[in-house]
């Protein structure tokens, strides 16, 4: 069975600081890859995707991740985070056969002024 | 707003009652899907349409469980006999592309006492 691994659970950095969230899957036949955000209170929104192409790809709110395909891997980064970024953050590499989205346990990124 | 809408927001219930919950997906998306989280926890694929064909169920979904989405529109997820375990946040999200790109709706917070 696909799987997806976050490799932090629980975050906590001060603004300004840069942001690193570790993501590995399993190869289910696609590359399509996504970051999901839920910010307290709110619901799933995707932060960014990747489908082909430049490995490298921005999102929202200045987040970026970078494809490495022979690591299986999609880290989430930001040089520097604000308050407003304090959030639950998902990598959701999607199940090849049926679509659906494998969400691992996701980060808790808590940033204090 | 022309996103994913969910009714109701909120449900509390007595154990062994029956609940429905319903989901508007983005009107031109013919994927929709119903997922499961639980607190700590990423969003479970539980089932998931192609217009008004359920194609797959999670074996999370017990028999207590069915969904419909008749004409291929809204779709309904229904819980009889109601069980404390039940108690978690019931997501759907729609896609209308070959990515799988989804996006999500608010949730059914559900409460079973």
């Known amino acids: 069975a696909q799987s997806v691994s976050q490799h932090n659970h629980h975050v906590i950095l001060s603004e300004a600081a840069s942001l690193e969230l570790g993501c590995n899957y399993s190869y289910g036949g696609t590359v399509n890859l996504f970051w999901y955000v839920q910010y307290p209170g709110q619901h799933l929104q995707l932060l960014l995707k990747?489908?082909?192409?430049?490995?490298l790809v921005k999102g929202i709110k200045g987040f970026e991740a970078e494809f490495i395909k022979s690591k299986f891997s999609f880290n989430l980064r930001k040089p520097s985070v604000q308050w407003s970024d304090t959030a639950e953050y998902f990598c959701?590499?999607?199940?090849?056969?049926?679509?659906?989205?494998?969400f691992g346990k996701g980060t808790t990124l808590s940033v204090s002024s | 707003d022309t996103g994913v809408s969910q009714d109701p927001r909120h449900k509390i219930t007595k154990r062994g009652q029956n609940v429905t919950f319903r989901c508007d997906p983005i009107?031109?998306?013919?994927?929709l899907y119903w997922y499961r989280q639980t607190l700590g926890q990423g969003p479970e694929f539980l089932t998931y349409?192609?217009?008004?064909?359920?194609?797959?169920k999670s074996r999370l979904l017990s028999d207590r469980f069915s969904a419909e989405r008749p004409k291929g529109s809204f779709s309904t997820l229904e819980i009889q006999r109601t069980e404390q375990g039940d108690s978690a946040m019931y997501l759907c999200?729609?896609?209308?592309?070959?990515?799988?790109?989804?996006?999500f709706g608010p949730g059914t917070r559900l409460t079973v006492l």
């Open positions: 009107s031109e998306h013919n994927r």
């Open positions: 959701a590499p999607p199940d090849a056969a049926r679509g659906a989205l494998i």
């Open positions: 999200a729609s896609d209308g592309g070959a990515r799988y790109e989804q996006f």
């Open positions: 349409f192609q217009n008004e064909a359920q194609l797959e």
């Open positions: 990747y489908f082909s192409g430049d490995p």
